[in-house]
């Protein structure tokens, strides 16, 4: 474990002051996105006023992309039933297949936008304009939306993520709603694709990173994948480019695996014999020197 290399170098990443955070560790964003809120967690993808791609456009790229289908035109006839495309207009959606997992791209024009999600971390783009932009959505649909925790329906959601987001016009930003994260968009399909190659977990961007009062370095939107937040000792959080890299290292071997029950050991070059200490009754996963 604990053995996979990140390169965080060039990565700009703040946070705004705003606070979000709602009763367990719930995000409570100002689009209304989430389990709690209405549609279900996704990808938001933000343009200038007025530049959203519309319907003829996504539906010309989609023909460009390999295993990638359109599995309900709601245009062409039909109707559907399911709650969570309540309010949604024929114009509005489609539902797109990928390897099994169907997902709805929701916001085309010429119907609605949908709202700009809340955003506290920006990843590589910048913050000026970001609240005076409109949006589409891209969500995994109904029956799997649960199941957005779990690596198949992540990767499939970043495969097809990243295949839209790349090239296309007008696209300021990409936002991971879980995390409040947003995104340049060739930093998200360049880190997207290559953990989706085999490569490290794309952590900048799927999660935000703050230090605390304390002085730890926790993560946050991380808990939405593993159940808890990363936290990283005072004495680790002091180098802020160290601390992210380890972070995002940490991080690497944590998703999609089983969180040791039992403090563990283990080395990193650069960072010495560290420990691995999970704290549930915090909801953390703490790291500090041994």
């Given amino acids: 474990m604990f053995g996979s290399k990140v390169d965080a170098a060039g990565v700009v990443a703040h946070k705004c002051t705003r606070e979000t955070r709602g009763s367990a560790g719930i995000v409570m964003l100002n689009g209304h996105y989430g389990e709690a809120n ?32 359109v599995s309900h035109d709601p245009a062409s006839g039909g109707v559907d039933q399911s709650p969570s495309r309540e309010g949604e207009t ?4 489609l539902e797109l297949l990928l390897d099994g997992l169907t997902f709805d791209l929701v916001g085309l ?38 199941g957005l925790h779990s690596l198949p ?39 997207a694709r290559a953990w989706l190659e085999g490569g490290a977990f794309p952590a900048l961007g799927m999660m935000g990173l703050f230090v605390a009062a304390d002085g730890t370095m926790r993560s946050h939107g991380l808990a939405f994948l593993i159940g808890q937040e990363l936290a990283l000792d005072p004495v680790l959080a002091a180098d802020r480019t160290a601390a992210t890299r380890l972070a ?14 039992e403090p563990l050991r283990f080395v990193i070059d650069g ?20």
């Fill in 38 to 69: 209405g549609r279900p967690h996704g990808l938001v993808f933000l343009f200038e006023r007025g530049n959203r791609p519309d319907r003829a456009a996504m539906l010309a790229k989609l023909t460009d992309l390999p295993r990638v289908s």
């Fill in 248 to 261: 995002t290292r940490v991080v690497h071997e944590l998703v999609g695996y089983e969180l040791p029950s």
């Fill in 109 to 146: 024009p010429p119907g609605s936008a949908l709202p700009t999600p809340g955003i506290d971390y920006h990843f590589n783009c910048e913050a000026a304009g970001l609240d005076r932009t409109e949006a589409f959505g891209l969500f995994p649909g109904p029956h799997i939306a649960s």
């Fill in 271 to 290: 960072s010495g014999e560290l420990e691995l200490m999970p704290d549930p009754a915090a909801g953390l996963v703490r790291v500090r020197p041994v």
């Fill in 153 to 191: 329906v992540l990767r499939t959601l970043l495969r097809l993520g990243a295949a839209l987001a790349d090239g296309t016009r007008g696209l300021r930003a990409v936002c991971w709603t879980p995390a409040a994260t947003a995104i340049a968009p060739q930093f998200f399909v360049r880190t």
């Fill in 90 to 93: 024929s114009e509005d959606w």
